[in-house]
T-cell receptor, first 114, second 119 residues
Framework: DTEVTQTPKHLVMGMTNKKSLKCEQHMGHRAMYWYKQKAKKPPELMFVYSYEKLSINESVPSRFSPECPNSSLLNLHLHALQPEDSALYLC?????????????FGQGTRLTVV | AQKVTQAQTEISVVEKEDVTLDCVYETRDTTYYLFWYKQPPSGELVFLIRRNSFDEQNEISGRYSWNFQKSTSSFNFTITASQVVDSAVYFCALSVAPRGSGGYNKLIFGAGTRLAVHP
């Protein structure tokens, strides 16, 4: 199983809503990532979890709150988002987060904030 | 500064043409890794190749080949006899370990090149 599964695939939410994005992998990978990708732009890293601990937070606003309940699951809790937060949110995992390890990406959640 | 530049925004070719996607990178690190990913319309990024800074051998995988030249800081990707299924956005990326990350990496992506292969 070389899949990273993200749910939901599409999400429309209002600025006052609270929602969560979910990501799951069963490859035994110990590093998991959230990337944000605006239209026609490259992905930009938001967070890295390694061995279930937050290793990198790229100065992401607190309205985005990551959570890693166990080594297979990664969540991104959303609260009070702005329309400019509309983007494709990609989850990825890698063997151990080292420089040389390739990341496996999910298909993403297309988020629209209205 | 650590940076990846893909100067070609969009390339359009007819099926069976060869096409080369350019990638130029900047880093002060002596050990680094470069990657190419493909992003089809479905959204997920698909890993194509990894290259470390000490290995300058070119690589060929089927219709795909990569040319890594440290002297020019380039890692170019060629598709031979392109097919419609090659239509996608292709990203070149540099793997870096930010200060304070404990050695865990992040990918710095170039802007991407959108390849359209027409029948």
């Amino acid at each position: 199983d070389t899949e990273v599964t993200q749910t939901p695939k599409h999400l429309v939410m209002g600025m006052t809503n609270k929602k969560s994005l979910k990501c799951e992998q069963h490859m035994g990978h110990r590093a998991m990532y959230w990337y944000k990708q605006k239209a026609k732009k490259p992905p930009e890293l938001m967070f890295v979890y390694s061995y279930e601990k937050l290793s990198i937070n790229e100065s992401v606003p607190s309205r985005f709150s990551p959570e890693c309940p166990n080594s297979s699951l990664l969540n991104l809790h959303l609260h009070a988002l702005q329309p400019e937060d509309s983007a494709l949110y990609l989850c990825a995992s890698s063997q151990d987060g080292g420089l040389d390890t390739e990341a496996f990406f999910g298909q993403g959640t297309r988020l629209t904030v209205v | 500064a650590q940076k990846v530049t893909q100067a070609q925004t969009e390339i359009s070719v007819v099926e069976k043409e060869d096409v080369t996607l350019d990638c130029v990178y900047e880093t002060r690190d002596t050990t680094y890794y470069l990657f190419w990913y493909k992003q089809p319309p479905s959204g997920e990024l698909v890993f194509l190749i990894r290259r470390n800074s000490f290995d300058e051998q070119n690589e060929i995988s089927g219709r795909y080949s990569w040319n890594f030249q440290k002297s020019t800081s380039s890692f170019n990707f060629t598709i031979t006899a392109s097919q419609v299924v090659d239509s996608a956005v292709y990203f070149c990326a540099l793997s870096v370990a930010p200060r304070g990350s404990g050695g865990y990496n992040k990918l710095i992506f170039g802007a991407g090149t959108r390849l359209a292969v027409h029948p």
